[in-house]
């Protein structure tokens, strides 16, 4: 008897030591588990981005690495090595959905190429974000917020500081009319165009503040969108003249630039992306007109790169405005993450600073310049 109530006491031991077992394990699972990470706070976010190997597109994961450290959440950040693949991206793009994240961060290369796999993500319940340049062109509903430059106020920046810094005294100061030169790369892209508008948008209004007269001339896009009253005209105390060249290369915006640089009433000149800004570089090679003082045109650019950068260390240009993306990797992880947990979230204006050869080494400026 006592046998017997002995084996039935270690048969419930051994069952009982089974059910523990198996529980541990299960909850070993679990924990590393991907799917489990929504429940307990640690989303998982795919961000799928236009590029990889460029600083701008490593600095923008690198406020994503410190957005996501700070939430508690895990990302996986990739792009492909050159903004031309789209096919990379596509494939890129299909296999982040395929793993079943919290949320979704897209800056598409293609939205056309990407329809199928964004119709898959929101049957999937999968929220999207977008960011850079978001994603143009998605169906209604599909992007649920963008991080992303607000252009037009980048541009507005790049006018006022310019102003502040030394282009207000020279239109103040004028004997008579004189011309600030508006180099584009192009009158298509949205974001081109928003910089563009935004500084001959603000000039307009710090020329009229100082109680001078302002026309502008020049790509008709440009003239036609600004809110400058005069158009295609010459007749203002400042004449604003906005140059796109027939074809996006250097050599044809590099002309352009020599082009205005010759004009005797020229006092500034404005390049709105890094294209334009490095063409002005070019232009001005052989002859030697921008820089600071009262015989020198004004340079003023955007974005940085390594000839820019060295443009506005050397004090050949006076400034340029930069816009901030690991602000923007900070953003775009806050978006995803409250997109999973159902929070409303609308479009976030990731910011722009303006840096010289005086604050450019800080490091609040520094790591939002890419080459």
């Given at each position: 008897m006592k046998r017997r109530?002995?084996?039935?006491?270690?048969?419930?031991?051994?069952?009982?030591?089974?059910?523990?077992?198996?529980?541990?394990?299960?909850?070993?699972?679990?924990?590393?588990?991907?799917?489990?990470?929504?429940?307990?706070?640690?989303?998982?976010?795919?961000?799928?981005?236009?590029?990889?190997?460029?600083?701008?597109?490593?600095?923008v994961k690198k406020g994503a690495d410190q957005k996501a450290e700070e939430l508690g959440v895990t990302i996986n950040f990739v792009g492909p090595n050159s903004e031309s693949d789209i096919a990379?991206?596509?494939?890129?793009?299909?296999?982040?959905?395929?793993?079943?994240?919290a949320a979704l961060g897209l800056a598409a290369l293609d939205t056309d190429a990407l329809l199928d796999a964004i119709s898959q993500a929101q049957a999937a319940g999968i929220p999207i974000i977008g960011f850079d340049s978001g994603v143009p062109g998605a169906p209604e509903g599909a992007i649920l917020a963008n991080a992303s430059t607000d252009n037009y106020v980048a541009g507005e920046l790049a006018a006022e500081e310019g102003y502040k810094a030394a282009l207000g005294d020279r239109i103040k100061n004028a004997d008579g009319p004189v011309r600030v030169g508006v180099m584009a790369q192009d009158a298509t892209a949205e974001s081109i165009i928003n910089r563009g508008l935004g500084f001959i948008d603000k000039l307009k209004e710090l020329v009229e503040a100082d109680g001078k007269t302002i026309s502008i001339t020049g790509n008709e896009k440009y003239v036609g969108d600004s809110a400058i009253d005069d158009k295609k005209s010459e007749d203002g105390d400042v004449i604003v003249e906005v140059v796109v060249p027939s074809q996006v290369t250097n050599e044809l915006s590099a002309?352009?630039?020599?082009?205005?640089?010759?004009?005797?009433?020229?006092?500034?000149?404005?390049?709105?992306?890094?294209?334009?800004?490095?063409?002005?570089?070019?232009?001005?090679?052989?002859?030697?007109?921008?820089?600071e003082g009262d015989d020198k045109v004004i340079g003023i650019a955007f974005d940085s790169g390594e000839n820019i950068k060295k443009a506005v260390k050397d004090k050949v240009f006076i400034g340029a405005v930069t816009q901030a993306p690991v602000a923007m990797g900070e953003a775009l992880v806050d978006l995803c993450v409250k997109a999973a947990r159902g929070e409303s979230v609308s479009d976030v204006d990731t910011g722009c600073?303006?840096?010289?050869?005086?604050?450019?080494?800080?490091?609040?400026?520094?790591?939002?310049?890419?080459?």
């Open positions: 109530v002995i084996s039935a006491l270690l048969c419930v031991v051994l069952v009982g030591s089974m059910l523990v077992g198996c529980g541990s394990k299960k909850e070993e699972s679990t924990s590393d588990g991907g799917d489990s990470s929504a429940s307990n706070g640690g989303e998982k976010i795919e961000i799928v981005s236009k590029g990889f190997q460029h600083q701008y597109w490593q600095a990379d991206q596509v494939q890129m793009f299909q296999s982040a959905i395929n793993q079943k994240p002309v352009d630039c020599q082009t205005l640089l010759n004009k005797k009433d020229i006092i500034c000149i404005y390049g709105s992306n890094q294209h334009s800004g490095e063409a002005m570089i070019t232009g001005n090679a052989n002859l030697d007109k921008f820089g600073q303006w840096y010289t050869s005086d604050n450019m080494d800080s490091e609040e400026i520094s790591q939002n310049l890419y080459d």
